[in-house]
Structures are given as C-alpha cells and as structure tokens.
C-alpha cells in the first residue's frame, strides 16, 4: 500500500465529520454564549427503514469483565470489556464518582483517529460532579481491530452497524448497574462517534440527551463529495464507489435523528473546521425534531477549545437536574 493509498484511508477514518460544502452557510455566530436553542415541536417521522438493522437479543449476556483499575481523587477507573454485537468484544472504561447512588450515567465514543482515551479528562470531571461515565473503544480501536476496508463489500456498513448495537448494548450494561440511574442516561460522541451517535439517536430510546460533536448528516455524501478522497475513489473505480455510496445511504445518520422521538440535542461545530462545513452542520441541524441546543466555537475539527467542554459538561449537568457547582 503506498502513501497515497494510506493517506485515503486515513480520510476515510475520520469521515465521520469529513465533508466539504460547495456553498458555506453561517450557521451560527462564533460567540459560543450566541447559540440557538429551539424547543421544537415533535414531528411524527417514520423509523428510516434501515432501523431494522440496529435491533439485537438483549437477553444475551453481558459477560462483562475487568481487566483492571486505578483510582484517582476518590474516582474509581475500571478498565473493562463485555459483549457487544455478536462477535464483538468491545473495550471499555468505566468511571465511577465516589460512592454512587441512583447516578445518572454519559456513554462516549471517540472520533475516527482516537480511541476512548479522549474522552479521559472529561469524564473524571463529570464524575466529580456525580456522574457514572463509560467510555467505549470504536470497533476500529480495539486489540482486535476492524479497520475501514470500501473494497469489500458491505465490510465499511457492518462496522458502523455493529458500533450502534455496541453502543446498544452499553445501554444495558449501565442500566444493570445498581448505582445508575436507568432514566437518565445520556451519549456523547465526537466526529465517528457523532456520527453513530445520529443514528443511536432514532433507534435507541432509552437515551434522551445527545451531545453530538462535529458530526454530519450523510457518509454517502462525504465519499461521494470530498475532494480530499478522490485518490481512494479512483483506486476503487467508479463502479465500487458507486457500490459502496449505496451501501452506507441508508446508514445516513440525518434521517435517525428526524426519526428520534422528542429528546435533548446538543450539536456543537467548529467554524474553522475543515472536515464539517457550515453547510453539512446546518442539514444536520435541520433535521432535528426536539429541543436543540447549537454552538459554534473558533477551532478546527477537534473541537479542542475550552469553552465547549464546558457549555458540554453544564449542558448535561442540566438534563439531568443536578447542581451546577464544579
């Protein structure tokens, strides 16, 4: 493989949040204390019909097991592992405050170049402040990695649909968990994780808040658009790409969230971001149903500023009621 090729795959790797827009919209001011918050009128939306796809036997065990630990200011991190989708042994690290009690819990997933670890630092934040966090390693992250491969046939759309159940599944283990909260549960998801996210959003109602974090309404569309993946399509040949645009359309995370019944959605972008464009960010935005919180920060797809970690954190602390003291 040469460095060419690498380079488009490693494209690949971050499309969740990786398109360009032809004519960029301002979607919002940078000032992130001017953001749009629309508490929005529910409406009816059928289930996409590819919903079918994320279902799975909630019977099956868990056989969660730990792998090891620390503990850091009364924090306890447990590193772990349990049964996601059939044949999927995902990673996992759960952080717990001190002496939980009926705690509301965050499930992370990572973007498309990291894995758990990123989401570290805030997750022992919010669990100063009582809150239960799993963070879960992406199929591709793990010691047995799945890796994006558009030449196989439906290998790309089996990863993102085996990510949702995961993240599925994640739901159950929190909701065994005697110290947890089963009602408020809630997701955070950067870039691939945002992405999976949108659609976790129209298939899994146990969770009511979403905090979506450069991600995109369509993967479909970033293969199909992105100028920066014109090596990959032309080393797949137009009759794969178009194959493989057809594969992942009916894994378009917009169509999930316009399905999602009434739920808390906090999208927050990158005005400097040149993976997700304005244009990309506001048909995500659109799609939305339920009360939506929007921000936009001065920084680049990694969302790395400050400021949105925290209008984050406080925004969860808020849906789930708890006091805002740091």
């Given at each position: 493989m040469n460095a060419r090729t690498r380079r488009s795959l490693a494209l690949l790797a971050v499309l969740a949040g990786s398109v360009q827009a032809q004519t960029p919209v301002v979607l919002v001011p940078d000032d992130p204390a001017d953001h749009a918050s629309s508490p929005r009128p529910p409406a009816p939306a059928q289930p996409p019909p590819a919903a079918a796809?994320?279902?799975?036997?909630?019977?099956?065990?868990?056989?969660?097991?730990?792998?090891?630990?620390?503990?850091q200011d009364n924090l306890r991190l447990v590193d772990a592992s349990f049964q996601g989708a059939p044949g999927s042994t995902v990673t996992c690290t759960c952080i717990l405050p001190p002496n939980p009690t009926h705690a509301p819990a965050v499930l992370f997933l990572h973007s498309g170049n990291s894995s758990r670890e990123e989401f570290i630092p805030e997750a022992l934040a919010l669990a100063r402040r009582g809150i239960v966090c799993l963070l879960i390693d992406?199929?591709?992250?793990?010691?047995?990695?799945?890796?994006?491969?558009?030449?196989?046939?439906?290998?790309?759309?089996a990863m993102y649909i085996r990510a949702v159940v995961d993240c599925r599944r994640a739901v159950d283990l929190l909701r065994a968990r005697p110290d947890t909260d089963p009602t408020r549960i809630a997701f955070v998801g950067h870039s691939f994780g945002g992405y999976v996210g949108g659609i976790l959003s129209g298939v899994?109602?146990?969770?009511?808040?979403?905090?979506?974090?450069?991600?995109?309404?369509?993967?479909?569309?970033?293969?199909?658009?992105?100028?920066?993946?014109?090596?990959?399509?032309?080393?797949?040949?137009?009759?794969?790409?178009?194959?493989?645009?057809?594969?992942?359309?009916?894994?378009?995370?917009?169509?999930?969230?316009?399905a999602a019944r009434p739920l808390s959605l906090l999208l927050q972008f990158g005005s400097r971001d040149r993976e997700v464009s304005a244009d990309q960010a506001q048909r995500l935005t659109a799609a939305a149903t339920g009360p939506t919180t929007v921000k936009t920060y001065l920084c680049g797809h990694e969302l790395n500023e400050p400021r949105a970690v925290a209008d984050r954190d406080d925004w969860l602390v808020s849906r789930f009621a708890l006091a805002a003291d740091r």
């Open positions: 796809l994320f279902d799975y036997d909630a019977s099956l065990p868990l056989r969660f097991t730990v792998l090891g630990g620390q503990t992406a199929p591709f992250a793990r010691p047995e990695a799945t890796l994006y491969n558009p030449a196989v046939r439906g290998h790309d759309a899994e109602p146990r969770i009511r808040s979403f905090a979506l974090i450069a991600a995109f309404p369509s993967l479909a569309d970033a293969v199909r658009d992105r100028p920066a993946l014109a090596p990959q399509r032309e080393r797949l040949g137009p009759e794969r790409v178009s194959a493989y645009i057809a594969e992942m359309r009916p894994l378009d995370a917009a169509p999930f969230v316009a």
